[in-house]
T-cell receptor, first 114, second 117 residues
């Protein structure tokens, strides 16, 4: 089956620190990879995505590169802000029998302190 | 566009009661899904639909029913609520590309927080 493994949180960083949240996956077929962000009391929203090997997704200073050889899609940001405090979910999607099957990781909570 | 809307935002039920969680979207997306979010478990798929009249089970379908009579609406019914169904429920649409062969993004509603006593 398909699965997504994320580093456990919470991750606590000082403002302007470098962020890495690890994500690895297993999948049958060739998945698309996503990072979603959830702010307190809200639903998830797409942060970035990549659809093929070596693609780099980027948005709002966050980046992640689709690494097929290591089955990874680690999220990085060079300088975090307090406003980045949220829960981050790694996810994959594969075409299964003509339908899209989406699998989420368990989420990593990020706390950025001033 | 309102996007994906969910009602109610919060509900308390007693064990054995039934209720329907409402989900509506105005983006004309074919795919819709229901997830539950529990601490330490991420999001788990309950049911999904690839168009009006077509639904299928996800990872954790027991105790839930769905129907899809229109593109816009995708209600989730709890037939006889149990404390194990205490959770936050999210409805989402899915946008696909390449003639449905690839997922592009999901749009989530704000969630319904359900407490079953």
């Amino acid at each position: 089956g398909n699965s997504v493994t994320q580093m456990e949180g919470p991750v606590t960083l000082s403002e302007e620190a470098f962020l890495t949240i690890n994500c690895t996956y297993t999948a049958t077929g060739y998945p698309s990879l996503f990072w979603y962000v959830q702010y307190p009391g809200e639903g998830l929203q797409l942060l970035l995505k990549a659809t093929k090997a070596d693609d780099k997704g980027s948005n709002k200073g966050f980046e992640a590169t689709y690494r097929k050889e290591t089955t990874s899609f680690h999220l990085e940001k060079g300088s975090v802000q307090v406003s980045d405090s949220a829960v981050y979910f790694c996810a994959l999607s594969v075409n299964s029998g003509g339908y899209q099957k989406v699998t989420f990781g368990t989420g990593t909570k990020l706390q950025v302190i001033p | 566009n309102a996007g994906v809307t969910q009602t109610p935002k919060f509900q308390v039920l007693k064990t054995g009661q039934s209720m329907t969680l409402q989900c509506a979207q105005d983006m004309n997306h074919e795919y819709m899904s229901w997830y539950r979010q529990d601490p330490g478990m991420g999001l788990r798929l309950i049911h999904y639909s690839v168009g009006a009249g077509i639904t299928d089970q996800g990872e954790v379908p027991n105790g839930y029913n769905v129907s899809r009579s229109t593109t816009e609406d995708f209600p989730l019914r709890l037939l006889s609520a149990a404390p194990s169904q205490t959770s936050v429920y999210f409805c989402a649409t899915l946008v696909t590309g390449l003639a449905g062969r690839r997922a592009e993004t999901q749009y989530f509603g704000p969630g319904t927080r359900l407490l079953v006593l």
